[in-house]
C-alpha cells in the first residue's frame, strides 16, 4: 500500500499561483492530479495531468497546459502542480492519484490504485 499526502491548497484570488505537492510513500510508476468540482461525487473526479517515471507527461487539454506545470521528483517520491493564472473554475479538491501501471489511458480513474485525501483550492474574485 502506499501512501499519498497532498499539501498546498489554499484561497486565492482568479490570477494568483498556487503550488500543490504530493508525497508518496514509496515509489509508483505513474502519478497524477485529479480536481473533484464543489458539490460533485467521486465518479466526476477529472485528471489534470499526470506524469511517469520516464518523464511521460499528460494534460487534460492544452488550455490547462498552458496554465498548469507538473513535475515530479523521484528521488522524493513526489509530484507537483504549478498552477498559474487560476479562474474560479478551477477551485475543487485536488487528490493526487499512483498508478502501477494501466492498459488505460492515464486520465482515466481506474488506473490508479491509490489515492491521497486531498487538498482543497478556492479561487475567487
Known amino acids: 500500500q502506499v501512501r499519498l499526502v497532498e499539501s498546498g491548497g489554499g484561497a486565492v484570488q482568479v490570477g494568483e499561483s498556487l503550488r500543490l505537492s504530493c508525497a508518496a510513500s514509496?515509489?509508483?510508476?505513474?502519478m497524477a492530479w485529479f480536481r473533484q468540482g464543489p458539490g460533485t461525487v467521486t465518479e466526476m473526479r477529472s485528471m489534470?495531468?499526470?506524469?511517469?517515471?520516464?518523464?511521460?507527461?499528460?494534460y487534460h487539454n492544452d488550455s490547462l497546459k498552458a496554465r498548469f506545470t507538473v513535475s515530479r521528483d523521484i528521488a522524493k517520491n513526489s509530484l507537483y502542480l504549478e498552477m498559474n493564472s487560476l479562474k474560479i473554475e478551477d477551485s475543487g479538491t485536488y487528490y493526487c492519484?499512483?498508478?502501477?501501471?494501466?492498459?488505460?489511458?492515464?486520465?482515466?480513474?481506474?488506473?490508479?490504485?491509490?489515492w491521497g485525501q486531498g487538498t482543497q483550492v478556492v479561487v475567487s474574485s
Open positions: 492519484a499512483g498508478s502501477r501501471g494501466c492498459n488505460r489511458p492515464w486520465s482515466s480513474r481506474r488506473c490508479y490504485d491509490f
Open positions: 514509496d515509489s509508483i510508476y505513474f
Open positions: 489534470v495531468a499526470a506524469m511517469g517515471t520516464t518523464m511521460e507527461t499528460v
